[in-house]
């Protein structure tokens, strides 16, 4: 058959046939429709602990702005249990579309150190945005007899065990600084872990447990409230946002510095466009003044780093709680 019979014939000349349907009939064939823009449906945030903790506050003040940047629903999807493993799980295993992220904290690098994890922590994520970060707030509930650090460690000394100190779950930010803080000042309190923590904070308002180590952003309404009293920070400066707190160093507990950092992640393999995309969307959102005004009440300070930056804070996190783990000899409840 001669090969002339097989050339496309121009529109104009297609033997009447209307230069519409021509154009929906080729936009039809495979490869030649237009790309869809991204995003074009909802996007869900994973949070990997219950409602009411830090992590879950930062989501959904971040999600109201950052609908807004990306012009679609952003939900806010609580996922609790096996110390954030289960949402962290969901988030490696989803489709990277940019469509599944996960408000990760700083334990995301630490769980590997104490769990056999179902994902590896850093090659199965692919670094969003850093959000910001805050230290950590020794707090005691307000009828508890120490009114200082010093007192704190006075009572625990005199009641070896007898006094608790509670935290977000094993392997969390919190419990790990409450190991350290046992080693540093011999003291045996004994660790009530928690499914997040908004329980903790509930039980330590309710008077059930004395005390706990608690992320900024996390406890900040109730100190203000007077639900709870803050003892202490572990920043190496008084946190802006509670600067009537004194810090362990200036108490007294030298070289415990622990920063809670919090973070969007999303699976591996998400296209560098997406991340783009949703990096830069979290960036104008972060810098409103409404949402730059919610989270700093919350004490967090802001941090923008680049994706790559945030990757590699994660990479030296994970080595740096990998070498504390075995150096406390610290292990999973």
């Keep these: 058959m001669p090969a002339e019979r097989h050339r496309l014939v121009p529109c104009a000349s ?18 030649l429709a237009p790309a869809q823009k991204w995003p074009a449906q909802p996007v869900r945030i994973i949070v990997p602990y ?14 109201t702005e950052l609908s807004r940047e990306l012009g679609q629903p952003v939900v806010v999807d609580n996922r609790p249990g096996a110390s954030a493993m289960l949402g962290a799980e969901m988030v490696a295993r989803a489709a990277p579309d940019g469509y599944t992220l996960l408000m990760a904290d700083m334990p995301h690098t630490i769980t590997p150190s104490l769990y056999k994890t179902p994902y590896d922590a850093l090659k199965d994520f692919t670094p969003v945005a850093l959000i910001g970060s805050s230290p950590l707030v020794l707090a005691v509930n307000p009828n508890f007899k120490a009114q200082s650090v010093k007192q704190f460690v006075a009572l625990a000394k005199a009641q070896p065990g007898r006094l608790n100190l509670a935290s977000g779950g094993t392997g969390t930010a919190t419990h790990l600084a409450g190991e350290l803080f046992k080693q540093q000042t011999g003291t045996f309190i004994t660790h009530i872990p928690y499914k997040g923590s908004g329980q903790a904070i509930a039980d330590v308002v309710a008077g059930h447990t004395e ?12 100190i203000r409230s007077g639900a709870l009293r803050a003892l202490a920070t572990t920043s190496a400066q008084r946190s802006p946002a509670l600067p009537q707190v004194p810090t362990l160093g200036e108490s007294g507990v030298r070289g415990l510095t622990v920063l809670h950092w919090f973070g969007l992640l999303g699976p591996a393999g998400l296209p560098s466009g997406i991340q783009t995309t949703l990096h830069d969307a979290v960036a104008r959102a972060m810098a409103t003044p409404t949402l730059q005004a919610k989270l700093q009440s919350l004490g967090l300070e802001l941090t923008p780093r680049t994706a790559a930056e945030f990757g590699a804070q994660m990479e030296t996190d994970a080595a740096r709680w990998a070498r504390v783990v075995k150096e406390r000899n610290i292990k999973a409840d």
Excluded at 14 to 31: M, Y
Excluded at 50 to 63: C, E, H, K, P, Y
Excluded at 211 to 222: K, R
Aim: no cysteine.
């Design 50 to 63: 219950t409602a009411g903790g830090g992590s879950d506050n930062i989501a959904r003040a971040l999600g």
């Design 211 to 222: 005390s706990m180590f608690a992320s900024a952003p996390t406890v900040i309404p109730h």
């Design 14 to 31: 297609h033997r009447g046939v209307p230069r519409r349907l021509l154009i929906l009939a080729a936009a039809a064939l495979p490869g």
